[in-house]
């Protein structure tokens, strides 16, 4: 769950406990990662390792970062996946050596909580400094006006992408770039600024999330995955 989302329920349930579980489709049963209900933990984590289930966080060689650096979540238990159907070469980029590679980039703290960053193939790369657009998102739907905001990378030829966000406002009120330019500016380090800024509905599945596919191919002029 986001962050923001979260802070805005509790200011209406502020007396309620939940929880928040990590999981994917190719790591059934209980939750790889998850809070303690009765724990306290900070809003931004997903919680710690469940039972009977190892989790690392790693670099491109599959070596475990140092405490507090980002890298890939990677998972090991029963409930691991044996295959995807008829597609070995897809099985052999997701699973090695019994550890499944998740796609998600996160950190995990010295008690043991991970922190989502983002998707690994959602990460924009500008000019050399890498950008994750959840951090983009974050910043920007703290504005009163903005309904939703999505951000992705758009094709640029001097930079090779630039960072894009697309901004659903409020209905019912006016919403212009030099104000979200502003709010950025007072917000974000240069560099993770959105370069373009788009005024239009955020897609998102009937699970909530961001459908980044559809806002590439309608934007970045790449195919959907």
Not at 43 to 51: A, T
Not at 129 to 138: G, H, M
Request: hydrophobic share 30%; with cysteine; charged share 35%.
């Amino acid at each position: 769950m986001p962050p923001t989302l979260i802070q805005r329920w509790k200011q209406y349930f502020p007396n309620m406990r939940f929880d928040n579980t990590y999981g994917l489709s190719e790591a059934t049963g209980p939750g790889c990662i998850y809070h303690d209900i009765d724990e306290e933990w900070d809003i931004g984590s997903i919680g710690k390792v469940g039972f009977n289930w190892e989790a690392r966080v790693v670099n491109d060689k599959g070596e475990s970062v140092p405490q507090g650096e980002k890298g890939e979540i990677v998972l090991r238990g029963n409930g691991v996946m044996r295959e995807y159907y008829k597609n070995p070469e897809k099985t052999a980029e997701t699973v090695k050596d019994n550890w499944l590679y998740t796609g998600d980039i996160a950190t995990v703290d010295s008690d043991g909580f991970f922190y989502i960053v983002d998707r690994k193939k959602d990460l924009v790369i500008c000019g050399g400094e890498n950008i994750f657009p959840v951090e983009v998102e974050e910043v920007i739907q703290r504005h009163p006006k903005v309904k939703d905001v999505g951000v992705i990378g758009t094709p640029d030829e001097r930079l090779g992408e630039i960072v894009t966000a697309v901004i659903e406002a409020e209905p019912g009120v006016t919403l212009t770039e030099e104000e979200i330019k502003e709010f950025c500016e007072q917000n974000l380090p240069r560099y993770k600024r959105p370069r373009r800024l788009i005024f239009d509905k955020v897609p998102r599945n009937p699970t909530g999330k961001i459908e980044k596919p559809k806002l590439r191919e309608k934007y970045a002029g790449k195919k959907a995955d």
